[in-house]
């Protein structure tokens, strides 16, 4: 899968709403491709309470798939002013959350544009335990 098509996969679960104590809901979209070749999807969840990111809510329909691995994943977000769409790159939490669903996902892609990738792993520097000082 390209990542044009998995951007476009996200892009179609975009559902902005906007509650009555202005927060937003589902104006994130997120795709997921696992290593078995199916797309998972997720948006974020926005409380008072508690947030969801668009990306741990897609990782967490792969997991009650039974799947634990993936190979790509993408989040995008429309300007609602330009009506541009950007993909964004996935906050600390939802790296780590990816990281700790299992390790191989460390080599994942992160899509952060058309023609633009990097691995999980270059999006969390610093990751190995340290070496003990001397």
Request: net charge negative.
């Amino acid at each position: 899968m390209t990542n044009d098509e998995l951007i476009q996969s996200a892009e179609k679960v975009l559902n902005p709403y906007t509650t009555k104590d202005g927060r937003l809901h589902a104006d994130v979209g997120a795709a997921v491709l696992s290593k078995n070749g199916t797309v998972y999807y997720g948006v974020c969840v926005d409380t008072t309470g508690w947030g969801l990111c668009a990306e741990r809510s897609a990782l967490a329909a792969m997991i009650t798939s039974g799947e634990y691995q993936f190979e790509k994943i993408v989040a995008v977000w429309r300007d609602p002013k330009t009506n541009k769409l950007h993909a964004l790159p996935p906050c600390g939490i939802c790296r780590e959350f990816a990281r700790r669903i299992d390790e191989s996902n460390m080599d994942a892609l992160v899509i952060l544009g058309r023609n633009s990738t990097v691995t999980l792993r270059e999006l969390i520097p610093h990751h190995e335990w340290p070496q003990p000082l001397s």
